[in-house]
């Protein structure tokens, strides 16, 4: 299995590779890792891949995958329209 081909992270496009050489340098939290590599931080925000990197730093550091944390979500945001704080700002006067 090339790890290249195989991707962990639809929506940032990490593959397995990229994770494997995260952890080879040292970064085994899925914190560090979604710091590092965005993992987690796309659409779905890690429902898709959540759990296969928990699998893999549990795999890594030898432990249960019980024992690894997942990552702290965050809402998505979204663009607001300069305009559209205006007329707020208007509103309120």
């Known amino acids: 299995?090339?790890?290249n081909n195989v991707i962990i992270c639809r929506?940032?496009?990490v593959t397995l590779?990229?994770?494997h050489d995260v952890l080879e340098e040292?970064?085994?939290t899925f914190e560090d890792v979604k710091r590092i590599l965005r993992i987690g931080?796309?659409?779905c925000q890690a429902s898709t891949c959540g759990l296969l990197v928990?699998?893999?730093i549990a795999k890594f550091l030898g432990t249960s995958v019980k024992n690894?944390?997942?990552h702290v979500t965050r809402p998505l945001t979204m663009g607001v329209k300069l305009g559209k704080i205006k007329e707020a700002a208007d509103d309120e006067s």
């Open 1 to 3: 299995m090339n790890k």
């Open 26 to 28: 040292g970064y085994t």
């Open 11 to 13: 929506c940032e496009d």
């Open 68 to 70: 690894i944390e997942t």
């Open 41 to 43: 931080m796309g659409p």
């Open 54 to 56: 928990q699998q893999e």
């Open 17 to 19: 590779q990229e994770l």
